[in-house]
């Protein structure tokens, strides 16, 4: 047994733990004893700080004690992390367009816990996969959903034209499940405004894309609780034309009036600066696509989406994208010093070569590249998540940190993410409303992925 597989025995076992125990803390159910972590390092993310040495007391799905002098109860579990392991709150991707369980499977084996899905997620997905998650029947993180809208088929999404047919389909939506509605590009002004005044009246927020007729900032003002991408600022009011361009550029002078319009409507906005470098990385660049399509995490992307990757049309595309990513690495940087409420997410799979899971990794360190701190950038999936599901739904279980009272999802790690985000790659086990999933386990669903694929004939 090599080094690692001794490490992670010993972070699931104690000595004093019995077989009958250990089995348990291995399984995907619910136990129903309470489970200890004991000797843990943990990362709060309430604000930058590490408390040493910990025990966390974890039963039912909330943080019931903490504390650096907790015995653990009678027939708890035990997970020790011999003082040398973190306990961190566990990622949040809050823009994904993944709706199968091996994808959610996926994403747990990453550490993410929470994602929000912003778009067309079936029916099926919806109505099924997600309460057998829920139940704990199947592997997943918590699930959170977007109904997508917009005011013309151009880009294949469900289409509204006025605004009773807006009201209609906020109704429509909320009685299927859905918690957010998303405004995509092409909705007309009257439209917007219904969808806003009956998302409001049936408690379904308004988050996605800038709306060509309204503008950001009136949509901020309106009462649009976040933006689904960074990039949605330069076509509603960075750009510009300049003598001699043919195409609009970035104007800097505009970034505090737009990060003005975040703050005084205390709005979120997704920093998905990965998502956007990988977009210009592959623009006019077909080899690149190949490049995505053989990598070994694609190993972890069923055929059908492989295949789309390759017709997405990036790759298709003229010019470059360079001078416009490196204006949104210092936009994110602006807001981020500016204090808005920053929230990773990817928008994996729909983009060729963004991996569930993975992706939300490549994001928090492309945030660091751009000039955020480790702890600032883990906040935009941990902490930052959990004020905003936090202020949607008030009175669910708090998440997103480590504390008395909040939900047990969690990431166990090697090293401190503080010192070094690459760490939660590689979780030593992953907790999500209680349960439990160690290392072996984790290792296993991703082999049992990549296996499944491979038998459907997943090269392309």
């Given at each position: 047994m090599n080094d690692l597989l001794q490490r992670l025995a010993a972070l699931c076992l104690t000595a004093s733990l019995s077989p009958d125990i250990a089995a348990a803390a291995a399984t995907t159910s619910a136990a129903p004893a309470p489970l200890a972590f004991v000797h843990v390092n943990v990362v709060p993310m309430d604000r930058e700080r590490v408390l040493r040495d910990q025990t966390v007391i974890v039963g039912g799905n909330r943080i019931i004690a903490l504390g650096a002098a907790i015995e653990p109860p009678a027939g708890a579990v035990v997970i020790d992390g011999r003082g040398t392991a973190y306990l961190a709150p566990g990622l949040a991707d809050m823009h994904t367009h993944s709706d199968s369980a091996r994808d959610m499977a996926?994403?747990?084996?990453?550490?993410?816990?929470?994602?929000?899905?912003?778009?067309?997620?079936?029916?099926?997905?919806?109505?099924?996969?997600?309460?057998?998650?829920?139940?704990?029947?199947?592997?997943?993180?918590?699930?959170?959903?977007?109904?997508?809208?917009?005011?013309?088929?151009?880009?294949?999404?469900?289409?509204?034209?006025?605004?009773?047919?807006?009201?209609?389909?906020?109704?429509?939506?909320?009685?299927?499940?859905?918690?957010?509605?998303?405004?995509?590009?092409?909705?007309?002004?009257?439209?917007?405004k219904a969808l806003v005044d009956e998302g409001r009246r049936r408690g379904l927020p308004i988050v996605g894309h800038g709306v060509t007729a309204v503008g950001i900032e009136r949509q901020l003002d309106a009462g649009q609780l976040m933006v689904a991408h960074t990039e949605e600022f330069l076509y509603t009011c960075l750009l510009q034309p300049r003598p001699g361009r043919t195409d609009p550029v970035p104007d800097e002078t505009r970034i505090p009036r737009a990060i003005a319009a975040v703050l005084r409507n205390n709005a979120f906005v997704t920093a998905d600066i990965y998502t956007y470098a990988t977009i210009a990385r592959q623009w006019g660049k077909p080899e690149v696509v190949e490049q995505f399509l053989h990598a070994d995490a694609a190993r972890y992307v069923s055929p059908d989406r492989r295949l789309s990757w390759r017709h997405a049309g990036y790759a298709e595309r003229t010019g470059s994208l360079d001078d416009n990513l490196a204006f949104l690495r210092r936009f994110t940087k602006a807001m981020s010093d500016a204090g808005v409420a920053l929230v990773a997410g990817t928008d994996a799979p729909t983009i060729p070569g963004l991996v569930p899971g993975e992706s939300l990794h490549d994001d928090l360190a492309a945030l660091t590249q751009a000039g955020l701190s480790r702890f600032q950038a883990l906040a935009t999936a941990t902490r930052t998540p959990g004020l905003l599901l936090h202020r949607v739904a008030p009175t669910a279980i708090e998440s997103g940190t480590v504390g008395i009272g909040r939900r047990a999802d969690l990431v166990l790690s090697e090293r401190n993410p503080l010192d070094d985000l690459s760490t939660l790659r590689r979780p030593l086990g992953v907790m999500v409303d209680g349960r439990w999933h160690d290392a072996t386990e984790l290792r296993t669903t991703l082999a049992a992925i990549a296996a499944d694929y491979a038998d459907a004939g997943a090269t392309p």
């Open positions: 996926l994403y747990l084996a990453h550490g993410v816990t929470t994602v929000l899905n912003m778009g067309e997620a079936s029916n099926e997905f919806l109505a099924q996969v997600r309460p057998a998650i829920e139940r704990g029947e199947k592997p997943g993180p918590h699930v959170h959903a977007a109904f997508l809208v917009d005011g013309s088929p151009r880009y294949g999404h469900f289409t509204v034209t006025n605004a009773a047919e807006a009201r209609a389909i906020v109704r429509l939506a909320k009685t299927n499940g859905y918690e957010f509605i998303k405004v995509y590009n092409n909705l007309s002004a009257p439209a917007f």
